[in-house]
């Protein structure tokens, strides 16, 4: 308890206040969730939004002064700011397209927003922590809270099952992270990311054996986090069954906050591990780019499809790791700026193939997408947006991102890979043109749409539905256009 | 006047006006045309009209001023360049330069393309009036002014190129204009395609060039293709000049529809008869002519070369007039007689009198343009009737037309006093003069020739009695104001462009002739020999006499006794068939040049290489083995829990093993 006086508190709470502000509402969301009456997830829905508003502001304003500070274990440096950020914003994507979603389904019950709530301050804390067992606690914090929301379509039996198989293997991938952790305690004697950097190059021989064990173990947590291939394989099932919100925000927040980590994690101890880490990864990233390419192309839902084109993009975002001791400035770069643009183009396309469901049901089929360019033009131009970015074309966000990244790999030496990727995204031409192809150049089958309502649903809260999808394809058009701003914030984020 | 111009811009300035200005109305009417439907555009119809007029006008004002101007200019020679307006390419042994070039050649050439082109924009609105794409119609005729102002105002090579490129891209897309129309279509392509065959020649000759020039040490800065720099190292060409010199004029062979390259002509009447009369008649036929003029220091180092093409010329002259007799359709009849006037240019060339050519190419532009604007007339007076066999009588509804008609005639049978007689009895004296006494022969008959089938078809469409319908000869009738207004300034331009060039012999200054030969260095050592005017004169009687005959004979035979002909036909049937068929040249071709390379490109190249090994194994290939491992990596997606945590497993297993071992 002595210990404690000596912490200048005002200065710590105000480099923590993010993680404070979305803490704060989150429990502020669960408490108004208790209310009674079946409308006070109205309430906790604003709760929530003003505590990621909250922690968006603060950490916007702490990130000008932010150098690489760290208060105990948790790093509070632009790095962690930016990736609160990050992850903060697409949390609030998910929430703003949650409401209008769930009343459509007659699922709107309480306790929802509140766990993404808790999602977000676990994804934050995962992005912001420079301690192993930190890193361990907040992957768990977000995770329970994913499982909770993969599932909370109670009445649909895929959403089930997929929370479930989610849930089952992501206990087998928190037991590999959580031995990974012991051997690097057992081998460094410490669990501060910063103090095993320092120990673990000049560990001696027998101590490095069981050193690199825990991070191999470490690795295979982590990729299962950002789906990497083959442990890739609950994504699909989980993506699918999982309100598309959650959806959304599986494939943005939580994967950017488990790349954040892992960045931290390879920056600090991956260079002890040499040529040994740079096989591995490079194994891993091609692995996962051709796998995740490849699946996408059979795949007829295009919810599946858009799970596969998220592990296709979590091989692209490996591809910095193999050679990370090399440049590290450089390659956090480019994958900063590749998650915000992965980030944005997933979400807007999620997005929108939510905001199609609300008048005629989840969009199971791509043929379900024929002639929407006529029926709803404008959603139809944003999510064709969102896939063509996604697919890399020029002039948007998702091609210099693709073009910064492959550009920070070549020149960190492994061009070998740059080449796999640049297969791998000629492939995913091929299916992310598919829906462009069908809502612009088929006409609607004639059967398969009863008399639905095709003009825009009268749902509360579709505002912010039209919102999320405006600023998602502003931001993916804009930056397309004028990359400039987006990058300078990305090089400073890097210091 | 002119100094109140030059207040305001300059001399280089108004040079780069006379293309630009044809631009801006091409840019104008084309973003109208592209950006609204069909239907709206009757509404800017006005616009277009005036735009697409005013800016020829203001071009052929430019270049007009430019002419006082550099003739005011007493002591030096009428030249002025407006040097680099950018650097278009800079490679470290290539630099191009764009910049614009006017002296005599340029000018003669810019004030007739400017000045016909202006008649041809006004008859234009007249003609075209109810057509639907009458805005596409005036944007492109105005990027063809653009593209021609290019080719004769380029300072190089390469410029030069970009307008010789540029007419044939105007050149395909006018003639299929109504390209909803499968075999109007199908002859634009033709003509750009024999086009490219000949601009395969002229690109290898530029590269000739290039290689001289670098083997000369020539200083790259100045530009390889400069015509300046060209003539500068000129004397480097000797080796090459031969090579080059054919080369180049395969490319002329090309677009001024020589023989052997001459089919795509006739065909290409298939567009609007305007664009017949500027396109295909008065200006981007002939630029294989002026092409020749422009670089005749490189074709006089080649005897060879000069030869052949003389040969060529009168070949292609005579050839042309016997396919002309048999024709038919009107506008090929005017076609067939463009093939055989080019002819007669190259003849000059191929003489070595150059300044001659440009002279008949300045008259035939004025008398063949006027040809086809009143055949344009006569065709819409009888609503699109185009076989001459079917015409007849119609001075008596439309006489302003009907005696255009005859003058232009006149002026291409080479009868005094219009225009086309001066032109045409300068090159076959040049020919007989400079000793080609077999080409004069052949020209000479050639002229016989070209006056019997022009006054054949004046005959025939204007004279004797009607052939068509009573109800339709009864709606013919003059055509409107904006289109009878051109017909007679040409007319008069047919009857008084003589003064141009009235030859020494008859006392007359051959004007245009002196004022070109400056540019022209083996000319300028060539004095006229004084003892041989007698003879001039006596050749030129002689043909003036036989010219008449036979347009006499023609006009005679067709307007009045018009069952004549074909009995003479039937007695020598075969010849006549022959000739009727066009000798099958057009079969000949398609048998042994077009159908072998379909059959190449089919079964080879698009069966065999592009569908079987490009798309059936590199391409369908690839993405049939992408789907295949798609398959293998969706079927591992078996939706059992087990299954993937064995997955997991074997990547741990995998991993770890790849680590600690």
Known sequence: MESLTYIDWPVTIRSIAPLLALLGGAMLSLIFAALPGNKSWRLEFWASIAGFAAAIISSWL??????????????????????????????????????????????????????????????????????????LISIETMSLAVYALAGFMRGRPASVEGALKYFITGAFAAAFLCMGIAFIFGSAGTTDLRIIAERAVSAAADSRHIFLFGLAMVAVGLSFKVAAAPFHAWAPDAYDGAPTPVTLLMATGVKAAALIAFFRIASAIGVAGGELWHGLLWGLAALTIMWGNLAALRQQNIKRMLAWSSVAHAGYMLMVFPSVSANPQGLVRALLLYIV???????????????????????????????????????????????????????????????????????????????????????????????????YFKDARVRAVPKAPTAVPAHAFYAAVVAAIV????????????????????????? | MLDLIYQHITLQGLIWLVPTLPLCGAAGIGLIAMFCARSEGAKFRNFASFAGCLMPALSFAACVVLFFTLTGFEATEPSAITGPLFRWAALPTLFVDVGLKVDQLSLVMALMV?????????????????????????????????FMLLLVLADNLVVMFVG???????????????????????????????????????????????????????????????????????IYFVPVATAISLLLFAGAIGKSAQIPLYVWLPDAMAGPTPVSALIHAATMVT??????????FIFVLSPIALETIAVIGAATAIFAAILGLAETDLKKILAYSTISQIGYMFLAVGVGAFTVAIFHLVTHAFFKSLLFLTAGSAITALSGEQDIRRMGGLKRRMPITAWSFVMGSAALAGIAPASGFFSKDAILWQAYERGHGALWAMGFLGAGLTAFYIFRAAGSVFFGESATSAERYKRAAEPPFSMVVPIMLLA??????????????????????????????????????????????????????????????????????????????????????????????????????????????????????????????????????????????????????????????????????????
Not at chain 2, 608 to 632: K, M, S
């Open chain 2, 114 to 146: 400017s000045g016909v082109g202006l008649l041809v924009h006004i008859y234009s609105v007249g003609y075209m009036w109810h057509d639907e794409g009458y805005l596409r119609y005036f944007a492109l005729l105005n990027l063809f002014l653009f």
């Open chain 2, 492 to 661: 008069t331009l047919v009857a008084f462009a003589g003064i141009l060039g009235v030859p020494l012999a008859f006392g007359g200054s051959n004007m245009l002739c002196t004022w070109l030969g400056g540019l022209i260095p083996s000319e300028l050592s060539r004095a006229p020999s004084e003892g041989s005017r007698g003879v001039e004169i006596v050749l030129m009687a002689v043909t003036l006499l036989w010219s008449l005959h036979f347009s006499v004979l023609g006009w005679l035979i067709y307007a009045q006794k018009r069952d004549w002909p074909q009995r003479v036909a039937r007695r020598v049937a075969p010849l006549a068939r022959l000739v009727s068929k066009r000798f099958y040249v057009d079969e000949i071709y398609d048998r042994t040049i077009v159908r072998p390379l379909i059959w190449i490109s089919r079964k080879i190249l698009w069966q065999g290489i592009d569908d079987t090994v490009v798309d059936g194994i590199a391409v369908e290939g690839t993405a049939r083995a992408a789907g295949l491992f798609g398959a293998l990596a969706s079927a591992a997606e078996t939706g059992i829990l087990q299954h993937y945590l064995l997955y997991f497993l074997i990547g741990a297993v995998l991993i770890v093993g790849f680590v600690t071992l």
């Open chain 1, 341 to 439: 643009a992965y980030s944005l183009m997933t979400a807007g396309a999620f997005a929108a193939v939510g905001a199609f469901g609300l008048s005629s049901g989840e969009p199971a089929d791509i043929g379900r997408f024929s002639g929407l360019s006529r029926k709803r033009p404008a959603l139809a131009a944003a999510l064709s947006l969102f896939l063509i970015s996604l697919a890399g074309f020029p002039p948007t966000l998702g091609f210099f991102g693709k073009y910064y990244l492959f550009l920070a790999v070549v020149r960190a030496g492994d061009v070998g890979l740059a080449v796999v990727a640049v297969v791998g995204s000629v492939i995913s031409a091929c299916y992310y043109l598919r829906p462009v192809m069908a809502m």
């Open chain 2, 164 to 234: 010789w490129e540029g007419v044939s891209l105007c050149s395909w897309l006018l003639i299929s204009f109504w390209f909803e129309d499968a075999a109007k279509a199908r002859a634009g392509a033709k003509a750009f395609i024999v086009n490219r065959i000949g601009d395969a020649g002229f690109l290898l000759g530029m590269f000739l060039i290039y290689g001289a020039m670098s083997a000369a040490g020539a200083p790259a800065e100045s530009g390889y293709f400069n015509f300046e720099s060209m003539q500068r190292y000129g």
């Open chain 1, 62 to 135: 702490l990130w000008p002064q932010s150098g690489k500070g760290a208060f105990a274990t948790i790093a509070t440096g632009r790095l962690s700011q930016a990736g609160i950020l990050i992850v903060t914003i697409s949390a609030m994507f998910a929430a703003f397209v949650s409401p209008s979603y769930m009343e459509a389904r007659r699922e709107a019950r309480p306790g929802y927003y509140g766990l993404i709530a808790f999602t977000a301050f676990g994804m934050a804390a995962v992005a912001s922590a420079a301690d192993l067992v930190t890193l």
């Open chain 1, 471 to 495: 600023i998602a394809a502003l931001a993916v058009a804009i930056f397309g256009i004028m990359p400039q701003d987006l990058v300078a914030f990305v090089e400073a984020s890097a210091l």
């Open chain 2, 287 to 296: 630029a294989g002519v002026y092409m020749v003029v422009r670089l005749n």
